[in-house]
């Protein structure tokens, strides 16, 4: 009975906006990030130390290479194999990543997701949609006023071919890690980030234009404290 609730879940779940979703026409452009650093002056213990939720931010500018570093910090590949900087149930990599992106330089303010082998973007919607992210989030201001917004979901289907129940689990974990990822490479770059769970799901996946087969997970905005 157990697998059988959770199978059904996986199916019906992410398509639960797919009329909503599918009206967005997808823009085409695609842009190429500054290389990642892979050292730093920042230790890892340092960052742990330092990192805290913060949510108001000063009205600067991420520069193009702190955002391409933030990405590859969540989603980067490591190796030519394609293994990427947080670990993943059976190397299947469920999650998708995307930028809300509304003050960040050389970048025009819109929505686009990560291509992680490319370490590119390719845009999803042209214009500043930081104010329906954090409408769709319950009214979370820091998310319209930082200058970027980074969004998870996941395709559990990817990860439930081979571990059927315990996907949904899986998936969830994973995205906690590429989190994590984001805060404390935030933190090496001297800025500041706040994770959020609390939205509503159908919002944010229209919001941001995912296809039917993506759930929404997780919210993670950065600014310059």
Request: charged fraction near 20%.
């Amino acid at each position: 009975m157990r697998r059988s609730l959770v199978v059904a879940a996986l199916c019906v779940a992410p398509l639960s906006v797919s009329c909503r979703s599918a009206q967005r026409p997808a823009a085409q452009a695609t842009i190429s990030l500054p290389a990642p650093k892979h050292s730093g002056t920042v230790s890892v213990e340092e960052t742990l130390l330092k990192r805290r939720s913060v949510r108001q931010y000063k009205n600067q500018a991420l520069t193009l290479a702190e955002l391409a570093q933030l990405l590859w910090a969540a989603q980067g590949t490591t190796n030519e194999a394609g293994r990427r900087t947080a670990p993943s149930a059976g190397a299947l990599y469920p999650l998708e990543l995307y930028a809300v992106v509304g003050n960040v330089k050389d970048l025009a303010p819109g929505i686009y997701k990560y291509v992680t082998r490319e370490h590119q973007l390719r845009q999803v919607a042209a214009g500043d949609k930081r104010a329906e992210l954090a409408a769709a989030a319950l009214g979370q201001q820091q998310i319209a006023q930082g200058p970027v917004s980074f969004v998870f979901s996941g395709v559990y289907a990817r990860t439930a071919g081979r571990y059927k129940e315990r996907a949904v689990r899986y998936v969830h974990m994973e995205a906690g890690h590429a989190a994590q990822n984001i805060c404390l490479q935030a933190v090496a770059l001297g800025l500041s980030s706040v994770v959020m769970g609390a939205f509503e799901d159908a919002r944010v996946k229209s919001v941001v234009g995912m296809p039917d087969e993506e759930a929404a997970l997780y919210l993670v905005t950065v600014g310059k404290p």
